[in-house]
Nanobody, 123 residues
């Protein structure tokens, strides 16, 4: 499956952004979808994941209550709504797909990756 992330940008602390990830190539609804991020000099870290149907979600503690993951299987797209952004949310954000359980938070558990979109939060 091919993934194309978009929606990143520069925003002030406290602001919002919505990331999108469009999928193609395979049956989108067969895959758990996840968002990860990687800041300079740091390892890639899990942000959120959503089950194949969208009925279950899973978040990193650092974003719980501020970020919301959702998907539209009719549009083959997964979203990440990010509210109350903080400077420490600054990173390149990646979407990814897997057939492993949606509670899988390790990057190695994901098979397909998008190219990443930069999110910069200024203080």
């Amino acid at each position: 499956v091919q993934l194309q992330a978009s929606g990143g940008g520069l925003v002030q602390a406290g602001g919002s952004l919505r990331l999108s990830c469009a999928a193609s190539g395979r049956t989108f609804s067969n895959y758990v979808m996840g968002w990860f991020r990687q800041a300079p000099g740091k390892e890639r870290e899990f942000v959120a994941a959503i089950s194949e149907s969208g009925g279950s979600t899973y978040y990193a503690d650092s974003v719980k209550g501020r970020f919301t993951i959702s998907r539209d299987n009719g549009k083959n797209t997964v979203y990440l709504q990010m509210n109350s952004l903080k400077p420490e949310d600054t990173a390149v954000y990646y979407c990814a797909a897997t057939k492993n359980p949606y509670s899988s938070s390790r990057p190695s558990r994901y098979d397909y990756w998008g190219q990443g979109t930069q999110v910069t939060v200024s203080s």
